[in-house]
């Protein structure tokens, strides 16, 4: 072997080994690569092999050299493997990323029916004055829904509570009433019954702009000793304001029920004018929303209860004309056509 040719020949190995690794891509050619310049047939290997027939400070120096190249190139070709593994995990990230900020598909979501939100807001005031809410029967007898209300067979009143009647003695309720008689005799000798029933109701009317042959009621029942008008009055006073706002203001009006006596229609201030007078009140400044009076004797009389030992107060009001009038609906035929048009007006109300 020829030293000379040899100092030559490893620097040359070296620029030439680590100038085409530097070059290479892939595992495949790394491999052959490693095969070529570090393999058992490689340059290094013959050299390693006939390093014996030198002089022993020529195989000495020539063996600490070709073992100095040695490690060079197999260091090199750790550090091009390690990098390559690098790049191959960035590529897999690069194309099995999953890109979770994209929306999802959107689901979309219902709202409470205006009618549903007067009703709850309605209870909700009622409920922190103390009364509780239950609901009753739709079909209902004739004895409960008018008999021992005091509307006996032959009473006038019939005729504007005109019903659908499923035999001679069952009907389709036209007011709530008859759970307010069934709540006062289950609850006997029970007092006070404090009570409001939200429900439908039904009579035979034409439908038309502010009628329905299927409505919504809300009425409430206080009995109890010593109950006066002015308890009435300052309940649906302390209601007026929770609903329409704190500078609202009440007024009763004479008028007839045959289940309260005295009896009144109720007024508040009108919402849209503040009392100014316009449309919406007729230049009056007040609008009616809700019926009431004390408990007619005959019917604290018919559930069980002395009119001489207990009196009551009793209201009645319908949702639809409130909501109508809260939200400015100018027929309440919209309110059950489920026109989403119509519905989805009401989905950012709170
Ligand atoms: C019992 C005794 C008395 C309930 C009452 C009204 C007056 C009233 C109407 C308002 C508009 C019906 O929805 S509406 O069409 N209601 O004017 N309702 S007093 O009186 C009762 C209830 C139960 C045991």
Request: net charge negative; glycine share 6%; proline share 5%.
């Amino acid at each position: 072997m020829d030293m000379d040719k040899l100092q030559r020949d490893i620097p040359d190995l070296r620029s030439k080994a680590l100038a085409e690794l530097s070059s290479l891509e892939d595992r495949r050619t790394l491999d052959a690569w490693r095969v070529e310049y570090l393999g058992k047939k490689s340059e290094i290997a013959q050299w390693m092999k006939m390093l014996g027939n030198l002089s022993p400070d020529d195989r000495r120096m020539a063996g600490q050299q070709i073992h100095a190249l040695r490690q060079t190139l197999e260091s090199a070709f750790t550090e091009r493997m390690r990098e390559m593994d690098e790049l191959e995990i960035e590529r897999k990230l690069r194309e099995e990323t999953l890109d979770i900020t994209l929306p999802g598909t959107p689901q979309a979501i219902g709202h409470l029916h205006p009618i549903t939100r007067i009703l709850m807001e309605i209870e909700d005031i009622f409920v922190k004055m103390g009364f509780a809410v239950v609901e009753g029967p739709e079909v209902e007898t004739d004895a409960y829904n008018f008999e021992m209300l005091n509307v006996p067979k032959d009473h006038p009143a019939r005729d504007m509570q005109d019903t659908f009647y499923l035999s001679e003695e069952l009907l389709l309720r036209t007011h709530t009433s008859p759970m307010q008689v069934r709540v006062m005799e289950q609850m006997r000798p029970n007092i006070p019954v404090k009570v409001i029933v939200p429900g439908r109701v039904y009579r035979r009317d034409e439908d038309d702009a502010t009628h329905s042959h299927a409505f919504h009621q809300v009425e409430g029942l206080v009995v109890d000793q010593n109950i006066r008008m002015s308890d009435l009055k300052g309940t649906l006073e302390e209601f007026a304001k929770a609903l329409f706002g704190p500078e609202q203001a009440v007024r009763l009006r004479p008028s007839f029920f045959p289940f309260t006596e005295p009896s009144a229609e109720v007024d508040v201030r009108c919402i849209h004018c503040k009392g100014q007078g316009c449309r919406v009140c007729k230049q009056t400044g007040w609008i009616e929303i809700l019926g009431a009076g004390m408990v007619h004797p005959n019917v604290l009389a018919a559930a069980g209860y002395s009119p001489d030992a207990y009196s009551g107060f009793a209201f009645g009001m319908g949702p639809e004309r409130i909501a109508m009038l809260k939200y400015g609906i100018s027929d309440i035929r919209l309110l059950y056509q489920n026109d989403l048009r119509f519905l989805r007006q009401f989905s950012q109300l709170r």
